[in-house]
């Protein structure tokens, strides 16, 4: 398992290398380029030309990637132009809200997906099965930000049951030690605001996990069919083993494989697809700031989060990769 981790985290040297390659010819391929975005509307030719010689952009490209790439050794992700902040200080500070986000999507996403999946495939054909199918396809097929605003809309606006913006409500008066709200409330014993925190993520968590939840759904419904109808299973049915045991240690759990790969991807997309879910909600994550990032051309804070997200996804994916071993023992062997 040591060996695993190692080498899904040197893995991380090539990948990270290649993408800052992209990012750093991306930024440099955009009409206006990052000087422009600087100066705005005090832009003139003699003013870029002693930004450009001041940052080093009227060297060689070659040269002004190797210095990019030394301070992205040195945890220098630049600076950034909206609020003249560190990247990455900005990066931390917002991360903690997209993870609250991600975690409620993916707890409403795998509460309600592998019940749902494996009831429709335990009861194939029913009304159950079909209404399972119904409901992922249009979970998959509904977009993420027209599901927001339909919630916003209903159950914010019109019956007021939830709040329509941010994290927590202006009024509330409330410590934050770690930047996790609903955390940051239960640690400080301020159960009035952990409470309007976790009120604050319902509709965006649900927004947000609803892809998640056909597709998990989906993929349970897939996974437990096929396992239910293995030869293995069939074999412990004979033998009068109890159906309790049947369906937790035989069915469920030899399905999960191919279900925890699905819900690792997940999160991934989960990240990314928090730039809608954020902006519609006017929530303080890394995707709100990312989105006004790309409407202010603040090239610095594109460059820095894409690559702070791929670093999150590929740890994600390593977790995923463990849990192969936790669930099979088989598997844990042969790594």
Do not use: C
């Not at 770690?178 to 940051?184: G, M």
Request: glycine content about 8%; proline content about 5%.
């Amino acid at each position: 398992m040591l060996r695993l981790i190692v080498q899904r985290l040197l893995l991380l040297i090539p990948l990270l290398l290649g993408l800052s390659v992209l990012l750093f010819g991306w930024v440099r391929a955009l009409p206006g380029g990052p000087v422009q975005a600087m100066l705005g509307e005090r832009y003139t030719p003699e003013a870029a030309a002693e930004i450009e010689a001041q940052l080093g952009l009227d060297q060689p490209l070659i040269v002004q990637y190797g210095k990019y790439l030394l301070r992205l050794l040195q945890g220098d992700f630049g600076v950034s132009l909206q609020s003249g902040r560190p990247v990455l200080e900005e990066f931390f500070t917002r991360f903690p809200a997209t993870i609250e986000l991600t975690v409620v999507a993916l707890v409403f996403a795998i509460g309600i997906g592998i019940p749902l999946g494996y009831v429709a495939a335990r009861r194939a054909g029913s009304v159950v099965d079909h209404s399972a199918v119904v409901v992922s396809l249009i979970g998959v097929t509904v977009p993420v930000f027209f599901l927001a605003f339909i919630l916003k809309y209903l159950f914010a606006v019109e019956l007021g049951w939830f709040p329509t913006t941010g994290r927590q409500s202006a009024t509330m008066i409330a410590t934050h030690p770690t930047n996790f709200y609903v955390l940051d409330g239960l640690l400080t014993a301020e159960w009035d605001a952990a409470w309007d925190a976790l009120v604050h993520l319902i509709l965006p968590g649900i927004a947000l996990g609803s892809i998640p939840l056909a597709i998990v759904a989906r993929m349970t419904r897939a996974a437990v069919s096929e396992v239910q109808n293995a030869d293995y299973v069939r074999t412990a049915r004979a033998k009068g083993i109890k159906a309790s045991r049947l369906r937790g240690q035989h069915i469920l759990k030899n399905a999960m494989l191919p279900v925890v790969t699905t819900i690792g991807l997940q999160v991934g997309l989960l990240l990314s697809g928090a730039v809608l879910t954020e902006t519609v909600f006017a929530f303080s994550g890394i995707g709100s700031f990312l989105a006004d990032s790309v409407f202010n051309a603040d090239y610095p804070v594109m460059q820095g989060f894409v690559l702070m997200i791929a670093v999150v996804y590929a740890l994600v994916n390593l977790l995923v990769d463990v849990s192969y071993g936790l669930i099979d023992p088989r598997l844990r062997r042969q790594q």
